[in-house]
């Protein structure tokens, strides 16, 4: 039996618009080879009821120009836009090196303060092209909060112990108000 984090699809890649008229589609990769998707064999839309094959793929600035098998035509292309392709965990490699691990691997893990007091646990991990964001569930508030996944907000993750550990920003703090809804002090 896979272990619950084995479970996990992970999101390698996201179809952007069609490119020329041939079924191409701009592809945005989110690995760190650009190229890797194509070694993970067939992509799973996000709801699992679509399969994707790649015939090729060319970087183009930061994106890939890339090609789907059986999707010959704009028409075609233009229908996958905003698609966002998934692999298992278990397919990905395993990670060699210590310090290292998949975003995915984050989601779900106990979110403590330096004095491992528990806040809350992690819903998420982003990235709107200004950086990566952990989105936080925080104890008792009803909304989740976006923190800098930077090495001063979350200065400790331990996979293994099913914890990040979380200096929250000054920004960002939250208090529950009487409806449950966070305030923030900007």
Known sequence: MASKQNDKRICVAKIGAAHGIRGDVKLWPMTADPMAFLDYGTLESEDGKRTFEFAKAKPAGNFLIAHIKGVDDRDAAEKLVHTELYVSR?????????????????????????????????????????????ELRLLNVRDTVLIPFTETTVPEIDIAGGKVTVEMPAEVEADPSEDGAPKREL
């Open 90 to 134: 278990d397919s990905l490699p395993e990670i060699e090196e210590d310090g290292e691990f998949y975003y995915a691997d984050l989601v779900g893990l106990k979110a403590v303060d330096p004095a491992g007091a528990m806040i809350g646990e992690v819903a998420a991990m982003h990235n709107f092209g200004a950086g990566d964001l952990v």
